[in-house]
């Protein structure tokens, strides 16, 4: 079974980080390998670790089948970027590039830093006082200390772990974000083909077509967190953060949500924290593995799924810790 | 309670029906705890059956007193000065007063009240001053409500307010009229608006406001859009339990709303506003027997209606808490 990775993108399967020495515990240091994707493809069957879980081929090849057809473009890279709580290092120079077109998924035990890593991408980490930043973070090309930051964060939306829509109608939810943006107030009339236009793409418009003045919590946890999902595709942005977005919902739901987040990645950079492997070998076609605010592998999910380079991303995928 | 006797056989006749016996040991409930938990509990368990029984003859007191007098007539017509009990009219001048008095504290109360929570949950910076108005609203909330009459009195008696209130032909300010003791209610309100609102904003999860941030929002825009409408529940609770304690409290009214029983305005616009009136609670102290009407049976008939206002307005704080509130996972 080969895993082919798709020829755009420029981060390929890469394996970075140095010999750590993270949390006191000695770890075996790393070797730093570059396996250049169209010289070496990946054989599931040559994996060296391969657990139980992943050993379902359809999983990586279905998506790598259909990244071909996708157009991987740079949206987002960190340089070197470190944050700290207090004393603590949360993030510890991290460089990481987000694609359009493709799914990221930062998977790692927990208070590994992934969602720390996650917040700072739409510099939503400002909001903890204690929290202190280093490096760059670059959008488009341009340092995200740069911009306006409503701005930013209308470029980059953001999904949570529990699903919050606002207390108000499945219409407004979707349509706050396009609101109150300058002085004058959208009316309904232009805002309903944005609002019918994202309902759609979230995958929600089928159950909600004739009950928009509704009370959007009344919804069930899974079309809540689709609405969200809807409420920041609205306002197009170019990058989309999803924090465990499944953590609260049932296998079916989380099973729809995936399937929305996989049709998004065509035109939105998808980075996703999760902790559910299955999940992340489900809907990435990128992994990085983070442990104790190190980056300690990045590359194809099928590369790092199939053969992780670095012994304790072999740990952590086999269910040694975590 | 189960006297512990009888543990000892059951257990001894587990391992025979079974032939491996249980690990968890026979649960005692009652007979583990001490004489002091024992007595504790009673304790509790009379003092709150005694509350109800307080409340419940309080109740039933005042509606056997009240229903015994109130009559339509007497909720209809306004007070009449004459010393005998039968030309003296009813009390529907403190009726109204009550609810203009109420209207206007808590008109006062909320924006002021909801402001103040909404600076302290979602600002409080620099914290020193967060603490210093915390430490402000304790104090406003602690002050005996005669405290507050008095220093109002003082405020408003002041020349420059002569626009509050009636200011006789040698310049003395009156300092005594609907607006004034309307302003002195609402700081009995503001305690509970605040508490409230407080709670209600507290309870919104960090994520909710982080989402509106997430799209590009600004904090003002959260608030108004987001959280205001979350704790608008909240507010309403705190509203109304405030107006409770408006229609309960009787010095603020005595000593800043004047002594006619009658709403009496004043000339010019806003006359009324800058006149004087009474409340349920000023009528009812009047016509006891210790004011100078001395009506015990009006008296009696106006605290049954009082009783029933603050009765109806704590009812309302229930359902509202009740409805309309947002819940996230």
Same mark, same amino acid.
């Given at each position: ?13 890469r ?18 390998i ?40 740079q ?16 993030? /510890? ?5 987000v ?55 209308s ?17 407004? /939810? ?7 943006r ?64 499944c953590?609260a ?12 987040i ?45 053969a ?15 | ?23 968890? *040991? ?8 001490s ?21 419940g003859a ?26 005998d ?14 609810l ?32 210093a ?17 008095i ?19 040698g ?34 999860? *960090? ?17 108004? *859009? ?59 102290y009047n016509n ?9 049976e ?13 009765i ?9 808490? *009740? ?7």
């Open positions: 079974m080969e895993l082919k990775q798709d020829p755009q993108s420029t981060n390929g399967n394996v970075t980080g140095e010999p750590g020495k993270a949390g006191g515990a000695t770890v075996p240091p790393l070797r730093r570059v396996i250049e994707s169209e010289t070496a493809p990946i054989h599931v069957s040559d994996a060296v670790l391969t657990p139980d879980a992943f050993q379902d081929p359809n999983a990586g090849v279905l998506i790598d089948q259909e990244a071909e057809s996708v157009w991987v473009e949206r987002m890279r960190t340089e070197a970027l470190s944050i700290a709580y207090g004393g603590k290092v949360a993030v /510890n120079e991290v460089s990481l590039e694609n359009s077109g493709e799914v990221l998924a930062l998977i790692g035990p927990s208070g590994c830093g992934k969602t720390t890593l996650l917040r700072s991408l739409n510099r939503l980490v400002e909001l903890t006082p204690a929290a202190k930043r280093t490096g760059r973070i670059m959008l488009d090309g341009e340092s995200v200390d740069d911009f306006d930051v409503t701005h930013l964060r470029r980059v939306g953001m999904l949570f772990q529990q699903p919050n829509p606002f207390p108000m109608s499945i219409f407004d /939810n979707v349509a706050y974000g396009l609101r109150e300058g002085s004058k107030r959208p009316r309904k009339k232009e805002l309903e083909p944005i609002v019918v236009d994202a309902l759609e793409r979230a995958g929600l418009w089928d159950e909600v077509s004739n009950n928009l003045s509704h009370p959007a919590l009344a919804l069930s946890g899974g079309q809540q967190q689709r609405l969200c999902i809807a409420r920041s595709l609205a306002v197009s942005p170019e990058v989309l953060l999803l924090d465990e977005p953590s919902l049932d296998p079916i739901s989380t099973a729809i949500i995936e399937e929305t996989v049709g998004l990645r065509s035109e939105v950079a998808i980075v996703i924290v999760t902790h559910n492997l299955q999940q992340a070998s489900r809907v990435a076609d990128r992994v990085a593995f983070m442990y104790l605010g190190d980056m300690v592998e990045c590359g194809a999910a099928g590369q790092v799924f199939g992780p380079a670095a012994e304790r991303t072999k740990e952590y995928i086999g269910g040694g810790f975590g | 309670m189960t006297p512990p006797s009888v543990n000892p056989p059951l257990s001894a006749e587990e391992p025979a029906e079974n032939p491996q016996p249980p690990k968890r *040991r026979p649960v005692k409930v009652e007979s583990s705890w004489i002091m938990d024992r007595i504790g509990l009673g304790l509790a368990w009379a003092a709150g059956v005694t509350l109800c029984v307080i409340a309080i109740v039933i007191y005042m509606a056997y007193k009240g229903l015994q007098y109130v009559n339509w007539e007497m909720i209809t017509t306004a007070p009449e000065a004459s010393l009990q039968s030309a003296s009219g009813g009390f529907l001048d403190p009726i109204l007063g009550t203009l008095l109420t209207v206007i504290g808590i008109l006062i109360a909320i924006p002021v009240g909801v402001a103040v929570a909404v600076w302290l949950t979602e600002y409080g910076r620099p914290s020193g001053l967060a603490r108005v915390e430490s402000g609203v304790e104090i406003v909330a602690g002050t005996p409500s005669i405290v507050l009459a220093f109002g009195l003082l405020i408003f008696q002041q020349s420059f307010m002569g626009l509050f209130s009636f200011t006789a032909e310049g003395a300010v009156f300092g005594r009229s609907f607006i004034t003791a309307g302003v002195m209610m609402s700081l009995v309100a503001l305690p509970m608006v605040i508490g409230a609102t407080r709670e209600a904003l507290n309870t919104i999860p *960090r994520h909710v406001r982080e989402a509106s941030y997430a799209l590009g929002k600004d904090k003002a825009t959260t608030i108004r *859009r987001v959280l205001l409408p979350s704790a608008r529940s909240g507010i309403a609770t705190g509203a109304t339990l405030g107006m409770g304690r408006i229609a309960g409290d009787t010095a603020i009214v005595v000593i800043l709303l004047g002594a006619s029983m009658t709403i009496t305005p004043e000339e010019g616009p806003g006359g009324l506003l800058r006149g004087t009136g009474s409340t349920l609670t000023s009528y009812v006891s027997p210790a004011g100078e009407g001395n009506a015990p009006k008296a009696y008939a106006a605290a049954f209606v009082l009783l029933l206002i603050v109806v307005l704590n009812a309302l704080v229930g359902l509202i808490g *009740r409805r309309n509130k947002p819940q996230w996972n």
